[in-house]
């Protein structure tokens, strides 16, 4: 069982918007503004999309974004594209001590 | 640019040992702590422990303490990995990835890059 809950599954068509939830608590997600989000096609290495929450690296399409409000973090992925079927998964700092935890992964199916 | 390349596939029986190396280039190695993270088959992310190659410290999740052991060779630029004991549960695919930290911390801020991993089927 993972420290972080996503749904497992969510789904959009091509152009349309969906949203990605995770679900922590006020020791990881609701502490702290270091949420990262990673996308992980099959067979491939994780690739940061979003960290601090809300920051895209380098590369990364506008239109993947991603907030926080509370003990939940969001990844929102506008415009969707069929490459971007994927699973992602989220991942916030949990103290000096845990230092990491993960959500289960959502697979994300464009239609 | 920066690179993680990891040992290839590995097939073992329960109860033998494995050890994944990680090759890192393109950036100062001592300079970043390395994490590694497993991945079983179908299943979501899970961190392993870490090293930091400066020091050579690490830290294990308490899930693997006693069982793996992670090192680093600085002349050549890699990281080790060594899980012992392994059980048929142990199948996973394992990750390297070079970890953006939490000021003062060795926590996770991000994982900027990440090897391309390496399969370790458990089977007897």
């Known amino acids: 069982q993972s420290a972080l809950t996503q749904p497992r599954s969510v789904s959009g068509s091509p152009g349309q918007s969906v949203t990605i939830s995770c679900t922590g608590t006020s020791s990881d997600v609701g502490g702290y503004n270091y949420v990262s989000w990673y996308q992980q096609h099959p067979g491939k290495a994780p690739q940061l999309m979003i960290y601090d929450v809300n920051k895209r690296p380098s590369g990364v399409p506008d239109r993947f974004s991603g907030s926080k409000s509370g003990n939940t973090a969001s990844l929102t992925i506008s415009g969707l594209q069929a490459e971007d079927e994927a699973d992602y998964y989220c991942?916030?700092?949990?103290?000096?001590?845990?230092?990491?935890?993960f959500g289960g992964g959502t697979k994300l199916t464009v239609l | 640019q920066v690179q993680l390349v990891q040992s290839g596939t590995e097939v073992k029986k329960p109860g033998a040992s494995v050890k994944v190396s990680c090759k890192a280039s393109g950036y100062s190695f001592t300079g970043h702590i390395m994490y590694w993270v497993r991945q079983a088959p179908g299943q979501g992310l899970e961190w392993m422990g870490w090293?930091?190659?400066?020091?050579?410290?690490?830290n294990y999740a308490r899930n693997f303490q006693g069982r793996v052991t992670m090192t680093r060779d600085t002349s050549i630029t890699t990281a080790y990995m060594e899980l012992s004991n392994l059980k048929s549960d142990d199948t996973a695919v394992y990750y390297c990835a070079r970890v953006r930290l939490v000021g003062g911390t060795s926590g996770v801020r991000y994982f900027d890059f990440w090897g391309q991993g390496t399969l370790v089927p458990v089977s007897s």
């Open positions: 090293i930091n190659p400066s020091s050579g410290a690490t």
């Open positions: 991942c916030s700092y949990a103290g000096a001590y845990t230092f990491a935890v």
